[in-house]
């Protein structure tokens, strides 16, 4: 059955939790940011089926609640305040956190009226872990995120309504936008190699021009959200990874500098000290650091 239903309305805005909510058929959920299409990953919106179209799994996501409970649990992963916080509409109790990560190509019917098809797993993200201030939840979570889906008949859905999934599978009306051709993207980060990680890094910073293009303002909203958390989302150009580099030379260099100062300073601090000293009560300084100061001693 729905447990919980969670909308934003804005990207990185909190999520809200409702009773009910409207669903429009190739829209998503009334009030909600991917509804509005202005969520924090709205930019990028390719289909793979339909050129210059937007991916439709980016209309309504669904959540296991059992699975996430368990995978934290079993991580020693404190229990988030709200499942809300993953950042997922629909929250589902009772059915089987398997049966729905296997529900890609298949229809769900929620409540009487609404039904989505599901159009891929939803995968855990470092923002997410950041933003739940969760150590280890992406790694933890890798396996029972959610699904992304495309509502494809409108309708009310309402906590307490009930979940059913439907037998047959119809791979070829499968969407899987950004994900598609990628199979590194449905590998845990932990397992991957360098140059998994890499393409993937790559994949995403080539999409740049053409998502500045088709909408500068999603890629705006995308930057900034990931910002707050300290991530980057996009791989710099080349010329700024250079000077990036050279502005980390440039500032060792500095540190060193400075700190030859401070040192020198110091040693001559040392040797005016020593100097005052009456020639009976001097310490013995070993022969070592009196041939470091400077000038040498009066002995």
């Not at 429009?24 to 940011?33: K, M, P, Q």
Request: net charge positive; aromatic share 6%; charged share 25%.
């Amino acid at each position: 059955m729905i447990d919980e239903i969670f909308v934003a309305e804005e990207s990185a805005g909190p999520m809200q939790a409702v009773s009910s909510a409207k669903t429009f058929a190739g829209r998503g959920i009334v009030g909600d940011r991917y509804f509005a299409r202005k969520g924090t990953f709205s930019v990028f919106r390719s289909s793979t089926k339909q050129a210059g179209k937007r991916e439709p799994g980016r209309q309504l996501t669904l959540l296991a609640a059992e699975g996430v409970e368990q995978a934290l649990m079993m991580n020693g992963i404190k229990a988030l305040d709200s499942l809300g916080d993953l950042r997922r509409n629909v929250v589902l109790r009772g059915v089987p956190t398997a049966e729905l990560q296997g529900a890609v190509g298949r229809e769900i019917t929620l409540g009487k009226e609404c039904q989505v098809f599901v159009h891929r797993q939803c995968k855990p993200t470092e923002y997410i872990e950041r933003f739940t201030a969760r150590e280890g939840l992406m790694e933890a979570a890798w396996e029972c995120a959610g699904v992304h889906c495309e509502v494809v008949r409108s309708g009310t859905i309402r906590v307490g309504d009930t979940v059913s999934i439907s037998s047959e599978v119809q791979p070829d009306r499968v969407d899987s936008g950004e994900a598609a051709g990628q199979a590194e993207y449905l590998i845990p980060p932990s397992k991957r190699s360098r140059r998994q990680r890499e393409k993937l890094r790559t994949a995403r910073s080539n999409a740049l021009p053409h998502l500045l293009k088709v909408e500068p303002g999603g890629v705006v909203r995308a930057l900034e959200a990931h910002q707050v958390l300290g991530l980057k989302l996009f791989k710099p150009p080349k010329r700024f990874r250079k000077g990036e580099a050279t502005t980390e030379r440039f500032c060792l260099m500095v540190g060193i500098f400075v700190f030859l100062l401070i040192f020198i300073s110091g040693v001559q601090r040392l040797k005016v000290w020593f100097n005052d000293q009456p020639l009976m009560l001097r310490p013995r300084m070993p022969d070592w650091l009196a041939n470091l100061l400077p000038g040498g001693l009066d002995l």
